[in-house]
T-cell receptor
Framework: GQNIDQPTEMTATEGAIVQINCTYQ??????LFWYQQHAGEAPTFLSYNVLDGLEEKGRFSSFLSRSKGYSYLLLKELQMKDSASYLC????????????WGLGTSLAVNP | DAGITQSPRHKVTETGTPVTLRCHQT?????MYWYRQDPGHGLRLIHYSYGVKDTDKGEVSDGYSVSRSKTEDFLLTLESATSSQTSVYFCAIKESTGGLETQYFGPGTRLLVL
């Protein structure tokens, strides 16, 4: 199969840094997405990685290691509004351009 | 904002009745998708479309059909609703920019089948 694994839940403190990990099977890998989903809302696109390394976008960064089948989303200077579910999704080659989705990591930011 | 709307936003129906959900987009995207999202299962693809009258099944297509007679509209029909189809349904489009293909989601439809 093409399982995507993420921790189910995480908690962190306002102002801190949190790292959300995602592991996936490497065979056929063709790109990895991170989405944010607030409760009761639709997922919204955060970042995309296809090459090894770190992509930075303001307080959010995403890292990819293709050889290890590993990515993480790094959230800095946490704010209460960052409390949400974070979804990792992977494109696999030959999969008719469909994404395989992880179950998401529910992040609670406490004051 | 990818110009995606879904209707209805909420619906309560009874087992055995047909239900049609509508996804409408205003930006002429070729690819459109229907997902359902349930606790413990994440997002699961029901059907997708790669053009007018061109559709294909996803991983959980049983009990669902789709139609795309115009670029802007992608309809999802539950032929005879069952309680297991109680879920949140999201429509998505795929936007291609500079080689990056990203899916953007509509606001969702909450369906309760009694």
């Amino acid at each position: 199969g093409q399982n995507i694994d993420q921790p189910t839940e995480m908690t962190a403190t306002e102002g801190a840094i949190v790292q959300i990990n995602c592991t996936y099977q490497t065979s056929g890998f063709n790109g990895l997405f991170w989405y944010q989903q607030h409760a009761g809302e639709a997922p919204t696109f955060l970042s995309y990685n296809v090459l090894d390394g770190l992509e930075e976008k303001g307080r959010f960064s995403s890292f990819l290691s293709r050889s290890k089948g590993y990515s993480y989303l790094l959230l800095k200077e946490l704010q209460m509004k960052d409390s949400a579910s974070y979804l990792c999704a992977v494109f696999y080659a030959g999969n008719n351009r469909k994404l395989i989705w992880g179950l998401g990591t529910s992040l609670a930011v406490n004051p | 904002d990818a110009g995606i709307t879904q209707s209805p936003r909420h619906k309560v129906t009874e087992t055995g009745t047909p239900v049609t959900l509508r996804c409408h987009q205003t930006e002429n995207h070729r690819y459109m998708y229907w997902y359902r999202q349930d606790p413990g299962h994440g997002l699961r693809l029901i059907h997708y479309s790669y053009g007018v009258k061109d559709t294909d099944k996803g991983e959980v297509s049983d009990g669902y059909s789709v139609s795309r007679s115009k670029t802007e509209d992608f309809l999802l029909t539950l032929e005879s609703a069952t309680s297991s189809q109680t879920s949140v349904y999201f429509c998505a489009i795929k936007e291609s920019t500079g080689g990056l293909e990203t899916q953007y989601f509509g606001p969702g439809t909450r369906l309760l089948v009694l």
